[in-house]
C-alpha cells in the first residue's frame, strides 16, 4: 500500500476517533442517568486521546504506546447492532459503546496488519488493544450491571 493511501487511512481513523468523541458527547446531553453520562465523559475522552496520538502518530513524533497483550471477552462477537434513542437506557447506552469499540479495535488490527514490521505496526496494534481493553471494560460492565439483573 502507497504511503498516500495509508495517510489517507490514518486520516480516516482520526475523523473516527473524532465522530466517536462527539457522538458519546451527544448522547450524554440526553441522557439523565449519573452513572452513564460519566462513562460516556469517560468514553468522550478517550476518544479525543486516541486521535491526539493519531495525530502525533501521523507527525512521525515518537513510536506511540506499546502493544500488549489483551484478552477479548468476546461478548459483543454474539450481540446484535445496537442503535441509540432518546429513551436510551444504560443498558442500551453500554451496548452501543461496545459496539463501537469492537469496529475501532477491528480497524486498527485491520491497519497494523498492513504494516510489515516495527514502531508503525506496533502502534497500530497498540491502538487495537486500547479499544480492545475499553471493549472489556464495556463488556465487564454489562455483565456486572445489566446481565445479572436479567
Excluded: W
Excluded at 116 to 142: D, I, P, Q, T, V
Amino acid at each position: 500500500m502507497s504511503n498516500k493511501k495509508l495517510e489517507r487511512l490514518i486520516d480516516f481513523a482520526i475523523a473516527e476517533e473524532r465522530k466517536s468523541a462527539a457522538l458519546y458527547l451527544e448522547v450524554l446531553r440526553r441522557i439523565k442517568d449519573k452513572g452513564t453520562r460519566t462513562m460516556l465523559k469517560d468514553m468522550a475522552a478517550m476518544e479525543k486521546a486516541h486521535e491526539l496520538k493519531l495525530k502525533e502518530f501521523k507527525s512521525g513524533k515518537g513510536p506511540g504506546p506499546v502493544p500488549e497483550k489483551v484478552p477479548n471477552l468476546q461478548l459483543a462477537e454474539y450481540m446484535v447492532d445496537n442503535k441509540l434513542t432518546d429513551n436510551a437506557l444504560v443498558q442500551d447506552v453500554i451496548l452501543f459503546a461496545i459496539q463501537c469499540e469492537k469496529k475501532a479495535h477491528q480497524m486498527y488490527s485491520d491497519i497494523s496488519k498492513i504494516y510489515g514490521s516495527g514502531e508503525k505496526k506496533e502502534f497500530m496494534a497498540a491502538l487495537a488493544n486500547e479499544e480492545l481493553k475499553h471493549k472489556n471494560s464495556l463488556e465487564r460492565a454489562y455483565d456486572d450491571n445489566i446481565f445479572q439483573e436479567n
